[in-house]
């Protein structure tokens, strides 16, 4: 079992940055794939990106971070970063992180994954 725990949002401006920490607890923490998705007021909870299992880091990203945010593991601290850099005020959500077992395309699908966080609330002001 893991246990997931985010921290690190809050309000910034529109261009700003935020550095997301996703603190895991399990004696597997390095076998699982983690991922970030977020929830936005009204709007259904989407995948914003994921890393692999394995210590080399495999990323994949949705299109509408590319280029913005960066995801990465330090299996040694059990904790996922999530780099947000050129915030915009549709990245206003609350972002949660979650694990699995499992990489490829299925990493996109909220069903896929067996354990979450609480969430942490992102805004980004205009």
Known sequence: QVQLVESGGGLVQAG??????????????????????????????EFVVAISSWSS??????????????????????TVYLQMNSLKPEDTAVYYCAAAQIWGPAVVRRDEYYYWGQGTQVTVSS
Do not use: H, M, P
Request: charged share 25%; hydrophobic share 30%.
């Open 16 to 45: 700003g940055s935020l550095r997301l920490s996703c603190a895991a607890a399990g004696r597997t923490f390095s076998s699982y794939a983690i991922s970030w998705f977020r929830q936005a007021q009204g709007r259904e909870r």
């Open 57 to 78: 880091g495999n990323t994949y990203y949705a299109d509408s971070v590319k280029g913005r945010f960066t995801i990465s593991r330090d299996n040694a601290k059990n």
